[in-house]
């Protein structure tokens, strides 16, 4: 029997995306690695909501905003910004120090915090000088020469030269290459490992089935689901107005996903709306929502990384409407993406009843539904097993026995 105790942590505030993903890999840990132990921390304040998989846990940090320079100033506990810290480094230590863990996964978003950050490689060394940290980055973080502004001015590069035993980078260098267009020090591009995207494996939850099981399977269904980012009432809006001028047009179903970047108060308008509308189905956002891309005909997005994953792993044609200035790193994955045919990238003030109108029709009448699989060639998406696999190694354990034979 093998034992291995695993940290991962991750800042997530007003989105679900770093938290979902870290909890899905989390899951696809405790499978692959028999009787590990893995404890998450996280600020999500809606993570009570997911149903943990066997052997992982959590620990809840107070909310710090990531979305912006002056972000703190939203959500969260009524205290200041550095009183937040000091409480969120308390606890990260607190549990560092309880749980001793072998093996540290820091996510990006910590980045975005470079004091939290450097206090916590600096308790990890202090504490558990054994301990093995690795860094998990998206595809991408957004344009080289954003990225590398802030690189330098939060000292990442120095960081994961001191303190990385590796660095995921959840995605493929084909796609993009990280170490070449960041320009990280050789010394850190050697740890830099790809792991291809994260394609969830599984079927979908029994509440998803239910649900797909009441659409019209004679009308082809398009699923607009924001990203908890600054323009979700916008694309909402936008999709509620196209609707609303079709009479006797596109023969369609819509399901729209609101996510929990939108106030409660305008989710309540827009439910009206939608009410009056035929084969309009509105949801608030949930743990489950990323399953219902499978029966999905045409998906549009905001380039977010999980719905990205899910995206590519089903071949869904797909939009992504990313605000460059608020999501630089959703904006510049749908520009790669783009660049390579598999999602189309629309600017958010091209975004309007009348590019819908003719973007839909040509999506879901006038082509096929699904990409072309040649265009996936070099897009692995492999991820949660290859990760798998490395903190197997990292963690010195012996390799089952069907991977033994496989080799």
């Not at 692959?32 to 620990?59: H, P």
């Not at 915090?113 to 998206?138: F, M, N, Y």
């Not at 120095?158 to 995605?171: C, D, K, L, P, R």
């Amino acid at each position: 029997m093998s034992s291995l105790r695993i940290l991962m942590y991750c800042n997530d505030s007003r989105g679900w995306g770093q938290t979902t993903r870290t909890l899905s890999i989390a899951a696809s840990l405790s499978k692959a690695l028999e009787d590990c132990s893995i404890l998450v921390l996280t600020d999500l304040s809606t993570v009570g909501r997911f149903r943990l998989a066997e052997r992982v846990d959590y620990v809840h940090l107070p909310v710090v905003e990531t979305t912006g320079p002056h972000s703190h100033l939203f959500g969260g506990l009524n205290i200041d910004y550095e009183n937040k810290l000091r409480i969120r480094r308390k606890i990260a230590q607190s549990a560092i120090k309880t749980f001793r863990p072998e093996i540290v996964m820091l996510d990006e978003s910590l980045l975005h915090h470079p004091e939290e950050a450097q206090r916590t490689v600096d308790c990890i060394r202090d504490e558990l000088p054994a301990a093995k940290i690795v860094w998990g980055l998206s595809d991408t973080l957004g344009a080289p020469e954003w990225v590398m502004r802030q690189w330098t001015r939060n000292g990442v590069a120095e960081i994961f030269e001191n303190f990385a035993e590796a660095i995921f980078v959840f995605g493929a260098a084909q796609v993009f290459d990280v170490a070449a267009n960041y320009q990280a020090p050789e010394a850190v591009a050697r740890k830099i490992f790809y792991t291809g995207y994260l394609a969830r494996a599984g079927m979908p939850s029994r509440r998803v089935c239910q649900n797909v099981a009441q659409l019209n399977r004679h009308l082809p269904l398009v699923m607009l689901c924001p990203a908890s980012g600054a323009n979700d009432s916008a694309m909402v809006e936008g999709y509620l107005r196209f609707l609303e001028k079709q009479t006797g047009g596109l023969a369609l179903q819509s399901l729209i996903i609101a996510g929990p970047a939108i106030g409660s108060h305008e989710k309540r308008r827009f439910i009206q709306r939608a009410q009056k509308l035929p084969n309009v189905n509105f949801q608030r956002f949930g743990k489950h929502m990323l399953q219902y891309v499978r029966f999905a005909d045409l998906v549009i997005g905001a380039g977010e990384y999980n719905l990205t994953c899910e995206i590519l792993a089903h071949r869904k044609t797909a939009v992504a409407v990313p605000s460059p200035r608020q999501q630089p790193a959703d904006f510049y994955r749908a520009h790669l993406l783009h660049g390579r045919g598999l999602l189309k990238l629309v600017a958010p003030e091209d975004y309007h009843p009348a590019m819908l109108q003719d973007l839909i029709g040509k999506a879901l009448f006038s082509g096929p539904r699904l990409m072309q699989k040649s265009q996936y060639d070099g897009i692995p998406l492999d991820g949660l097993t290859k990760i798998a696999e490395r903190i197997r190694d990292l963690g010195g354990l012996s390799q089952p026995a069907t991977l033994k034979m496989a080799s």
